[in-house]
């Protein structure tokens, strides 16, 4: 099983639809969750950072986290055709005993307008 | 301005040769990265560093080296040995590990010719 795993892309929706993007990570003590945005050719930018069960919003982001479950999700309201992007979940992993950040695949999103 | 700067932006390199990557970093971070991203790919973690004068392997470090000598440095070496170099690469800071954000830099893009 792959540390971090994201819904398979690229997912499209009509511009001012919700876009879901959806994150499952292996390590159980796992404790802080991140949603990273990356436009083509260009390097990561950080949207979301969530560290307790429950939802947080910012915006037009909501992140929710479900530790039970380890599953992480990020919501975007109102999708504009600017949110297309790829979006990277990441999970902090202390495996080795060292506090690291693992990326998932990502997942690549279409807003049409 | 606070951030992370990687120089240069494009590289090229010829075969046999090894090239370093410059990463530079002035938000006072502890921890520091290096990552891997090849087309329409995650981002790959090649080595990682929590203090100065100690470094970790990633999940791919084969024929990289990296030095982490002072606090705002982390350069990273593509030696002869790595065979398949051409990728985008990354370099990302966070205050205290994988438990905090991580901010990347801009991005250097290797190419072998």
């Not at chain 1, 600017?82 to 807003?111: E, M, Q, R, W």
Request: aromatic letters at 12%; charged letters at 20%; a neutral charge.
């Amino acid at each position: 099983q792959k540390e971090v795993e994201q819904n398979s892309g690229p997912l499209s929706v009509p511009e001012g639809a919700i876009a879901s993007l959806n994150c499952t990570y292996s390590d159980r003590v796992s404790q802080s969750f991140f949603w990273y945005r990356q436009y083509s050719g260009k390097s990561p930018e950080l949207i979301m950072s969530i560290y307790s069960n429950g939802d947080k919003e910012d915006g037009r982001f909501t992140a929710q986290l479900n530790k039970a479950s380890q599953y992480v999700s990020l919501l975007i309201r109102d999708s504009q055709p600017s949110d297309s992007a790829t979006y990277l979940c990441a999970v902090n992993s202390v495996k080795t005993s060292y506090d690291k950040v693992i990326f998932g695949p990502g997942t690549s999103l279409s807003v049409i307008p | 301005d606070g951030g992370i700067t990687q120089s240069p932006k494009y590289l090229f390199r010829k075969e046999g040769q090894n090239v370093t990557l410059s990463c530079e970093q002035n938000l006072n971070h502890d921890a520091m990265y290096w990552y891997r991203q090849d087309p329409g790919q995650g981002l790959r973690l090649i080595y990682y560093s929590q203090i100065v004068n100690d470094f970790q392997k990633g999940d791919i470090a084969e024929g990289y080296s990296v030095s982490r000598e002072k606090k705002e440095s982390f350069p990273l070496t593509v030696t002869s040995a790595q065979k398949n170099p051409t990728a985008f690469y990354l370099c990302a800071s966070s205050q205290t590990g994988g438990n905090t954000e991580a901010f990347f830099g801009q991005g250097t893009r290797l190419t072998v010719v």
